[in-house]
């Protein structure tokens, strides 16, 4: 495993979300064979995964497929569901070798019968190891996470088991994706594009934001590392002064 910069408990982010983007480009750019290029990003996943264990790291999530990515040639779509597949077998045996609990996030209703059953499987294999989480978001979007969020407290509304007026922000969390996990302190995006395109959106409410022109394939922990120094010098005010956190923190 990788041996990270040490920094106190309270400046390590608890929860770190990624967006990894820039396969196709990395594919095209290094003329690899249609769709190699997210072969090239299921790869890059593992030093990562590492880093964040070393690193104590609670929570890794990363965004693999989005709502969104169904609007894709069926081809590609195929094909990433092929890795998807292959990515939680290997996978495994990691898990089991770190003690990393592996979750899944997303809409499972669009995905096949066989890989439901993979993922709840993997999810039950793993459920008792807590040296860290590995959340795979697959079929996700955050619109689609708040309004789902929002059906079920109207059910309960029609139900007569809730008053709307009743209704606060506060129970609305309990309902999204991830609603027993640390809010996401630290948010990645690779590939260059500077948006954070439906991902976690009511989870990285005060995320610190990070951006990089590097394709995920060549993401590396030491670019992580960095930006996890950073997040460090940061000062996260939560609607606060800065003299009031200074006052806190004394």
Same mark, same amino acid.
């Given at each position: 495993?990788?041996?990270?910069?040490?920094?106190?408990?309270?400046?390590?982010?608890?929860? #770190? $979300? +990624?967006?990894?983007? *820039?396969?196709?480009?990395?594919?095209? @750019?290094?003329?690899?064979?249609?769709? /190699?290029?997210?072969?090239?990003?299921?790869?890059?996943?593992?030093?990562?995964?590492?880093?964040?264990?070393?690193?104590?790291?609670?929570?890794?999530?990363?965004?693999?497929?989005?709502?969104?990515?169904?609007?894709?040639?069926?081809?590609?779509?195929?094909?990433?569901?092929?890795?998807?597949?292959?990515?939680?077998?290997?996978?495994?045996?990691?898990?089991?070798?770190?003690?990393?609990?592996?979750?899944?996030?997303?809409?499972?209703?669009?995905?096949?019968?066989?890989?439901?059953?993979?993922?709840?499987?993997?999810?039950?294999?793993?459920?008792?190891?807590?040296?860290?989480?590995?959340? #795979? $978001? +697959?079929?996700?979007? *955050?619109?689609?996470?708040?309004?789902? @969020?929002?059906?079920?407290?109207?059910? /309960?509304?029609?139900?007569?088991?809730?008053?709307?007026?009743?209704?606060?922000?506060?129970?609305?969390?309990?309902?999204?994706?991830?609603?027993?996990?640390?809010?996401?302190?630290?948010?990645?995006?690779?590939?260059?594009?500077?948006?954070?395109?439906?991902?976690?959106?009511?989870?990285?409410?005060?995320?610190?934001?990070?951006?990089?022109?590097?394709?995920?394939?060549?993401?590396?922990?030491?670019?992580?590392?960095?930006?996890?120094?950073?997040?460090?010098?940061?000062?996260?005010?939560?609607?606060?002064?800065?003299?009031?956190?200074?006052?806190?923190?004394?």
């Amino acid at each position: 495993m990788s041996t990270p910069t040490v920094l106190a408990p309270a400046l390590i982010p608890r929860h #770190i $979300a +990624i967006i990894m983007d *820039g396969n196709n480009r990395y594919g095209k @750019a290094n003329a690899l064979g249609k769709g /190699q290029g997210h072969v090239a990003g299921k790869d890059a996943l593992d030093p990562i995964v590492e880093y964040c264990v070393d690193a104590g790291i609670e929570v890794l999530t990363v965004f693999a497929f989005s709502s969104e990515n169904w609007q894709r040639p069926p081809s590609e779509v195929a094909l990433l569901m092929q890795l998807l597949t292959s990515t939680i077998h290997e996978q495994m045996p990691r898990m089991n070798e770190y003690r990393i609990r592996l979750r899944f996030i997303g809409d499972r209703s669009q995905l096949s019968h066989d890989l439901q059953t993979l993922m709840a499987d993997a999810e039950a294999e793993t459920a008792h190891f807590d040296a860290m989480t590995l959340v #795979i $978001a +697959i079929s996700y979007g *955050g619109q689609w996470d708040i309004a789902n @969020a929002a059906k079920q407290l109207a059910q /309960q509304v029609a139900a007569g088991e809730l008053r709307a007026e009743n209704i606060s922000k506060e129970m609305l969390g309990e309902y999204v994706q991830l609603a027993d996990a640390p809010a996401v302190d630290m948010l990645v995006r690779t590939g260059g594009e500077y948006r954070i395109s439906n991902f976690l959106l009511w989870q990285s409410a005060y995320a610190e934001l990070f951006f990089t022109q590097t394709l995920w394939p060549d993401f590396a922990a030491d670019e992580l590392a960095a930006m996890v120094a950073e997040f460090a010098q940061r000062q996260r005010r939560f609607g606060k002064t800065s003299e009031q956190i200074v006052t806190e923190q004394r």
